[in-house]
């Protein structure tokens, strides 16, 4: 994806193109990094998730509140924005983070992202960062239910099949990668019936059981 499509895929087009590249500038390559624009973006995106939230559901406890943004600001969220953007494609790594992997990362692609928004709002303003964050978060914003239990894409594949009397999906390790301090796993979920096979990546076994599942869920839409 070149820039031009990413900032397509955005709805966003940056004034000052060097704070597109500075967002997609892991420290590992080069300075200025991407580092000082996911601090910005991280404190935006927890605001405007919160203020989503405040005015959807204007019952709400503060705690109820505070356990749906926990959900929807994690890592793991992150991570399926990222790579529904294909933001691996366009980062630019230092050469051994790009060897061990480091443009599937989980915790890179999600710094990643929080950059992006941090480096909307110092090219033009809150209000567009705000509209960046709404636009990535609105199904799954759309798909929230005060009071019911957040499932995982695991058990909501599961339920899904199940409903309809179909076979339970198969999880294979497909390989293993990076150091052992940091390792990332490619896991595959296959569908024989509905010709389903969808790949995930996390930095537990689980993790990437869990994209993978939520890739196989996004192609059952």
Do not use: W
Request: net charge neutral; with cysteine; hydrophobic share 40%.
């Amino acid at each position: 994806m070149t820039a031009s499509r990413l900032e397509k895929a955005l709805a966003y087009t940056f004034s000052d193109s060097s704070l597109l590249q500075t967002a997609l500038t892991h420290r590992s390559h080069s300075s200025p990094h991407n580092e000082r624009l996911e601090f910005i973006g991280d404190s935006i995106l927890n605001c405007v998730i919160a203020l989503e939230l405040f005015r959807r559901f204007p019952s709400l406890a503060e705690g109820e509140m505070s356990r749906l943004r926990a959900n929807l600001v994690r890592q793991e969220t992150l991570h399926q924005i990222a790579e529904t953007l294909a933001i691996g494609t366009e980062l630019r790594l230092g050469e051994g983070e790009m060897k061990s992997g480091g443009n599937q990362r989980p915790s890179i692609l999600a710094d990643a992202v929080e950059a992006l928004i941090g480096a909307v709002h110092q090219d033009s303003s809150f209000d567009h960062a705000s509209r960046l964050v709404v636009g990535l978060y609105k199904e799954r914003l759309d798909a929230v239910v005060p009071g019911q239990q957040i499932k995982d894409p695991k058990t909501r594949l599961q339920e899904y099949l199940q409903g309809r009397r179909m076979p339970l999906p198969k999880y294979s390790l497909m390989q293993t990668s990076g150091e052992a301090h940091a390792q990332n796993f490619c896991v595959a979920c296959e569908i024989p019936s509905l010709r389903i096979n969808t790949q995930g990546i996390g930095q537990s076994r689980r993790a990437a059981e869990q994209m993978a599942a939520e890739k196989a869920l996004e192609t059952l839409k």
